[in-house]
Every structure is written in structure tokens, then in C-alpha cells.
């Protein structure tokens, strides 16, 4: 059995949640002009069903355990190349991969991170300001390519 299959009889018995979800990764990796592997699907797969970023191990733990964790990081990186995904840093330091709803709209939403529980959440509701990077009076030798916005302080989860 494949990768994908497997992991799909672990997710969801309900078959038509099942096509949902795998003909969605499907459509991504072709519009992103990416070969379709088991890994690949089932990572975006993971990624899409999380909602919230996930760090690597997050991502192995949801996969078969003989899924290769170099060709895990490797997809990630991919992944991020291609815009697919978008990475942010935990409070560790170690990256988490969000599934990009699209594109163009990558970085415009901030990103929380609770120092008490370490979860990292996109915050898909808050948008940055268009005049963002204009604000910071950047010097105009560096060119800025996009905005990186990394909120800290204490979740809802945490603060009850
Ligand atoms: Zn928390
Ligand atoms: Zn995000």
C-alpha cells in the first residue's frame, strides 16, 4: 500500500472526505508544476488538515513511521520554493510550515506564537498594512521583498 493510502485509512473512514482531500493536494502540486509523490500528497494532505503551522516532527508524527524525514524536509523546502507553504519560526527557533490558502496572499497575515505553550497560529483574520514596510523607513539601499510579522505573548488556550 502507498504512503498515501495508508495514511488516508488513518485519517478518514469516510471515502468521499478521503477524494476531497487527496484530489485538493493533487490539484495543488500540478498547479505548482511539482511531480505528485506519496510524500508530497500526504504532506500537504498534513499540512492542509492541521489548519495551524506544524514544525517537522509535528509532520512525521502524522505520517507512516517509515516515512523518511530528509525527504520530509526536503518537500517542505520545496514546498516553500514554490510558495505552496509558508514557514514561520517557533519559539524554539525551528521552522513551521503553514499550507498557503493561495499564493499571492502568503505573508500578508501575521503570525502569533504563545511563549507558554509554544504553538504557532496564522492569524488569517489580521492583515499587515500595505504601507507596512513603507513605515519602517527602511534604508533604500536594502531592497525588502515582503514583511515578516511574529507576534509573541500568551494564547487563548493559555490565558483561561
Ligand atoms: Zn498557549
Ligand atoms: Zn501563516
Redesign the pocket.
Known amino acids: 500500500m502507498s504512503v498515501l493510502a495508508r495514511y488516508n485509512a488513518t485519517v478518514s473512514s469516510d471515502p468521499e472526505q478521503q477524494v476531497s482531500v487527496t484530489s485538493r493536494a493533487a490539484a495543488l502540486l500540478h498547479r505548482a508544476g511539482l511531480r505528485r509523490t506519496p510524500v508530497r500528497a500526504a504532506v500537504l494532505i498534513v499540512l492542509g488538515e492541521s489548519g495551524q503551522p506544524l514544525g517537522v516532527p509535528q509532520v512525521l508524527e502524522r505520517l507512516p513511521h517509515d516515512t523518511d524525514a530528509v525527504t520530509v524536509y526536503r518537500t517542505l523546502n520545496t514546498f516553500t520554493q514554490k510558495q505552496l507553504v509558508h514557514r514561520v519560526h517557533g519559539e524554539d527557533r525551528t521552522w513551521r510550515y503553514a499550507l498557503s490558502a493561495d499564493a499571492t496572499t502568503r505573508h500578508e497575515h501575521p503570525h502569533f506564537v504563545?511563549d507558554?505553550?509554544?504553538?504557532v497560529e496564522c492569524l488569517e483574520q489580521s492583515e499587515i498594512p500595505k504601507d507596512f514596510i513603507r513605515s519602517l523607513h527602511v534604508a533604500s539601499r536594502y531592497s525588502v521583498h515582503y514583511p515578516e510579522v511574529v507576534l509573541h505573548g500568551?494564547?487563548p488556550?493559555?490565558h483561561d
Open positions: 504563545c507558554a505553550c509554544g504553538t500568551v494564547c488556550k493559555c
